[in-house]
DNA sequence: AGCAGAACATGAGTACTCCTCGCCTTATCT
DNA sequence: AGATAAGGCGAGGAGTACTCATGTTCTGCT
């Protein structure tokens, strides 16, 4: 089991170099879609030879997993500076600025809408589970939300005859759902359809209510 | 824009043929996953010249896309059946009904887990859309369900003060959830996670309610 | 029965693809 | 300055998807 990339550059040309490479596949992404990619191309547009790529990712699965790692690094980043921002009270309300903060990158991030936060060649055979060694991709991605609306959860626990009976998996459920809600509003609408995203927003609200 | 085969066999010695390589891609499926998949194993496997396959299919896109009508065909099947078996009176029920033969046909029937109903190699870009033209794949699903659900949602709908906005909407994104967490469920477990399996039908039953 | 035309069968060959590997140059450290 | 590591490179090996020209078998019709 190995991670993503296979050799991170340490100098300031090969940085740039990666960085390059991970752009022109986001890009390629979104013009040829998942399976018309190729490593040649991604390297073309990049200006790198192709064993350059090779010497960084391990093939087109780790290319991906690199930029899928990139994106959720990205996502929770701006994630966590709007809810210390906002500050939000409740769930509902933290769930529509997750929602929000998605729909942002879908727009405004190439290649983001295919690859998410890694769910596009999903390997189950002997390939690398690109971030994370035992879990999945999106319980990668819960994981790294937990610390966000762990407190929440716990905090609307207001009934404590029936306390909320399993959060983690709550979360991990919810986020399912909402990766595949929102991949369909924009399937349905290059701009994400707007009565998808609400109806996303409500279900969240409903089920971790 | 296409169907998901090429030329349907009319004779006998040929049908069998073609159901043999869409057996063996399923079996192929479950062994090598998606990303090992080769038509010339295919073949092989079925015992057909690569010509052969080429006659039927478009190529492997097409392939799987035909595999996917077999298991929506085969599942809408079963449940119709079960539905007129056991006549539900609430949508509950009916979901339950709806999630256990989802399960079954996912410990049942080879390539299932991988191929679902045609979730795939999601190709934004030209390639055909598998089951349908304009809709997507869970869309097409939606279509078939509708004619099974519809009565019950309307019937259900018990408050007239606030009548349910939009039915076919929420069977819509139902089905995409419940679509997201089985395959969850089938990842986190073999058999399928019976905790996961729930929790689907939970939250099925009080999105929808 | 004889025949036209449709359906079916075949696999070598073309045009790709991914990825490696040996050899070279440049940077960094002591 | 010398040694060690990092970076750079692209022709070519191994393998894939898919085509197509040529041949065979079936089916319906007169």
């Known amino acids: 089991m190995q991670s993503a990339v296979r050799r991170r550059p340490v100098q300031r040309r090969s940085l740039e170099r990666f960085e390059r490479i991970l752009d022109s596949c986001a890009e390629l992404l979104d013009e040829v879609g998942y399976t018309g990619l190729t490593t040649k191309e991604v390297a073309r547009r990049a200006q790198v030879p192709i064993g350059t790529l090779y010497q960084f990712f391990p093939g087109i699965e780790g290319l991906l997993g690199a930029l899928a790692e990139r994106n959720l690094e990205h996502f929770v980043d701006r994630l966590s500076r709007r809810v210390e921002a906002e500050q939000p009270t409740h769930v509902g309300t933290l769930v529509d600025l997750a929602v929000e903060e998605y729909v942002a990158m879908h727009r405004a991030v190439p290649g983001f809408g295919v690859v998410d936060f890694g769910a596009v060649g999903v390997e189950d055979h002997d390939s690398i589970h690109l971030l994370d060694d035992v879990l999945d ?7 790294r939300l937990w610390t966000l609306v762990s ?15 399993n959060p983690r998996l ?3 459920v919810a986020l399912e759902c909402a990766d595949a809600i929102l991949r369909l509003a924009f399937r349905t609408d290059p701009d994400g359809d707007p009565v998808l995203i609400a109806e996303c927003k409500r279900l969240l609200r409903v089920y971790l209510a």
């Open 137 to 143: 991709n999106n319980s990668a991605v819960a994981e």
């Open 151 to 165: 407190g929440l959860l716990a905090a609307e626990d207001t009934d404590p005859a029936h306390p909320r009976p």
């Open 170 to 172: 709550a979360l991990r």
